[in-house]
């Protein structure tokens, strides 16, 4: 029998894992459009895809596509809104659901 716990669990990875894999492919997908001189990605969109849960993705797509790393809101920002990400999970976790 699953509890209400599980559920949300459950979400919450899959949310996770989604926005961070769409994350991580707007960075690659704004590196070749910025190779090529095309539209781009605004950078307030990358921003906010970290913001809302692809703070890993857009590390990775960073290291990765060797993009946006010389920027100091991205190369300062991503690491912290992660690091706030995981503050804020834990506070989460601990207040309401541990037992």
């Given at each position: 029998?699953?509890?209400?716990?599980?559920?949300?669990?459950?979400?919450?990875?899959?949310?996770?894992v989604?926005?961070?894999?769409?994350?991580?492919?707007?960075?690659?997908?704004?590196?070749?459009?910025?190779?090529?001189?095309?539209?781009?990605?605004?950078?307030?969109?990358?921003?906010?895809?970290?913001?809302?849960g692809?703070?890993?993705?857009?590390?990775?797509?960073?290291?990765?596509?060797?993009h946006?790393?010389?920027?100091?809101?991205?190369?300062?920002?991503?690491?912290?809104?992660?690091?706030?990400?995981?503050?804020?999970?834990?506070?989460?976790?601990?207040?309401?659901?541990?037992?």
């Open positions: 029998m699953e509890t209400p716990l599980n559920n949300i669990t459950v979400i919450a990875i899959a949310y996770l989604i926005i961070n894999l769409v994350t991580f492919f707007l960075y690659g997908i704004d590196k070749r459009k910025a190779k090529r001189s095309k539209w781009r990605v605004p950078e307030s969109t990358l921003i906010w895809m970290a913001i809302l692809g703070s890993i993705g857009a590390w990775l797509g960073m290291k990765a596509w060797h946006k790393t010389l920027h100091a809101k991205f190369r300062y920002g991503i690491p912290l809104i992660f690091i706030t990400q995981i503050a804020l999970a834990a506070f989460v976790y601990i207040r309401f659901f541990r037992q």
